[in-house]
């Protein structure tokens, strides 16, 4: 048998076992008060896995691994507490009875979207791109540093309106309310890891993790633990992937599980807000407790619904990108740009800014732009965009294609997001302006040599 019938049979037998474990759970709770809603999470769980699989789109610093890998978590916080006949958590809808219908119209327009996604992303990779890059092989050290001295001037802002570091520290749960005069300082701050991914690809390996961990200390202080995780570690893995080679498997498993771990822990003990008088053990009740602070699909569902409502945006929000440059002091009534806290606000009923943002996902965006046209609209150019992307950069494997690449994989498929875009430009704008210095640099040496 050759490697690859090999290959296919071992991922059909897989399939086939998980499909066994799923239909005796299934099976298991056919008498279940919740049953609908935890069929319908099980088998679009189940069917997403299978389409994955088929389609390539597993590959852990592929464009499409990490939409789908943090989206699992949205269908685990609906299985888990319907497999203890307990509603999920969710608010924003008037009943229980109002949630599982909206839950499982969600998860069907998720399961049809990423199938659309799915199908353009693999059209994607099939385009001819260009074998086109900025020509640079080198990046001084004082220039590795830019990024890293922007973030720290930038956290300097941020400590300074705070009241200092340890005052920061201690009122963490206010950083929302602080960032919202100084937003410009927490998008920038940011920028600080991309010093990392630079010294690795110029494998100065201790001083990439000194900045990583200072970077890590400095973002932990104001409570970002996602910045530590989409802009640190992630960036910095996909730039030794595809620089040094493979990271073995067991590696990254262990990095999936510790992760986890971590993201329970943290969510036990400061998030599911368990009193100091009630068991710390890891118990099934903890463990829902956990996941109901897992609200994506939530704000997703809930999103639908204001749609269905008649809140339909028609495409005005998709251009909002341009309203971004304009500061508030030049421009008071400037609208609010930012899709998540537009919708936040409007779910939440507030006209206050600060605390509002609740991203609605790919899809449930696109259907609030215009229904169901929306979703098909937004899956099959954000499939297309993550394929054309993964293509080039897969394959132009240039020190600047690799530093782009590394800060953007996760954003190509949401380009239809504001917030995505401002991110994506602030990246650009960061490592275009190294990459040309370096160049100049690299262009006035060998003028002075000749």
């Known amino acids: 048998m050759s490697a690859d019938r090999r290959t296919d049979f071992n991922i059909t037998r897989l399939l086939f076992l998980i499909l066994v474990f799923v239909s005796v759970l299934i099976l298991a709770k056919l008498d279940s008060k919740y049953f609908e809603l935890f069929f319908t999470a099980a088998l679009v769980s189940y069917l997403i896995f299978i389409l994955s699989v088929y389609t390539g789109s597993l590959r852990w610093y592929g464009t499409v691994f990490l939409f789908v890998f943090f989206a699992s978590f949205q269908f685990v916080a609906i299985l ?147 910045a530590i995780l989409f802009s640190g570690l992630i960036p910095l893995l996909v730039t030794y992937r595809l620089s040094h080679g493979k990271i073995a498997g067991k590696y990254i498993g262990m990095g999936l599980f510790f992760f986890l771990l971590f993201y329970l822990i943290l969510g036990a003990y400061r998030g599911a807000n368990i009193s100091e008088s009630k068991s710390q053990d890891l118990t099934a009740e903890t463990v829902i407790n956990v996941l109901n602070k897992t609200e994506h699909h939530i704000s997703a569902a809930a999103t639908i619904q204001l749609a269905d409502k008649g809140s339909y945006y028609y495409g005005k929000t998709l251009m909002n990108v341009l309203y971004v440059p304009v500061p508030r002091s030049i421009w008071n009534e400037k609208p609010v740009v930012a899709e998540s806290v537009i919708i936040g606000m409007e779910l939440k009923g507030t006209s206050s800014t600060v605390g509002s943002g609740l991203p609605p996902g790919v899809f449930a965006y696109g259907y609030i732009q215009f229904g169901l046209l929306g979703v098909i609209f937004t899956a099959l150019l954000s499939g297309l965009i993550a394929g054309v992307a993964e293509k080039y950069f897969l394959t132009v494997l240039t020190m600047p294609n690799i530093l782009l690449y590394s800060q953007c994989q996760a954003l190509f498929i949401h380009f239809l997001s504001t917030e995505v875009q401002v991110k994506f430009l602030v990246s650009f704008l960061t490592i275009s302006i190294v990459i040309l210095l370096s160049m100049a640099w690299q262009l006035f040496k060998n003028g002075l040599r000749n």
């Open 80 to 226: 888990v507490p319907t497999f203890f006949d307990i509603m999920p958590h969710h608010r924003f809808f008037e009943n229980d009875s109002v949630a599982e219908h909206y839950f499982i119209y969600y998860m069907f327009i998720f399961l049809s979207g990423y199938a659309l996604l799915l199908v353009a992303y693999g059209f994607g990779k099939k385009i001819k791109v260009p074998n086109y890059s900025l020509k640079c092989t080198s990046i001084p050290m004082v220039l590795c540093y830019l990024p890293f001295s922007i973030a720290i001037f930038s956290f300097y802002k941020i400590f300074s309106a705070g009241g200092g570091i340890v005052n920061t520290v201690l009122n963490m749960g206010s950083v929302n309310s602080l960032l919202a005069d100084i937003g410009i300082y927490g998008s920038l701050s940011k920028v600080g890891f991309t010093t990392c991914c630079m010294l690795m690809l110029v494998r100065s390996y201790r001083s990439c993790m000194f900045v990583f961990v200072v970077l890590t200390i400095l973002n932990a202080a104001m409570g970002e633990r996602g």
